[in-house]
Nanobody
């Protein structure tokens, strides 16, 4: 099982941009799908976006569509989440995850990173 490590979180102002990284260490990716989820205080974990490592198909939650972009660099064994036009409601701990089924159900993912905090002020 690959060890996933998120980075790139921080405190920004509304309207700013931020790029998160999810690096696989110890092993290369063997899963078919990579996804990003987030969890705000007092809220349930919610789906953000996923990407198929087989077809490159992507699926975005409506709340981030047009603002967030997922991408990957196979040579670096890393998946990115480029976040633009950030809003206070984007504040959450962001997690990357690996699984074998393409979709927004977190039960499809069995390998999770530790999370990185994103805080959007204003």
């Amino acid at each position: 099982q690959v060890h996933l490590v998120e980075s790139g979180g921080g405190v920004v102002q509304a309207g700013d941009s931020l790029r998160l990284s999810c690096a696989g260490s110890g092993r290369t990716f063997s899963s078919n799908v990579m996804g990003w989820f987030r969890q705000a205080p007092g809220k349930e974990r919610e789906f953000v976006v996923c990407i198929s490592l087989v077809s490159d198909s992507t699926y975005y939650a409506d709340s981030v569509k047009g603002r967030f972009t997922i991408s990957r660099d196979n040579a670096k064994n890393t998946v990115y989440l480029q976040m633009r036009s950030l809003k206070p409601e984007d504040t959450a701990v962001y997690y990357c995850a690996a699984g074998d089924v393409f979709g927004p159900d977190d039960n499809y993912y069995d390998n999770w990173g530790q999370g990185t905090q994103v805080t959007v002020s204003s």
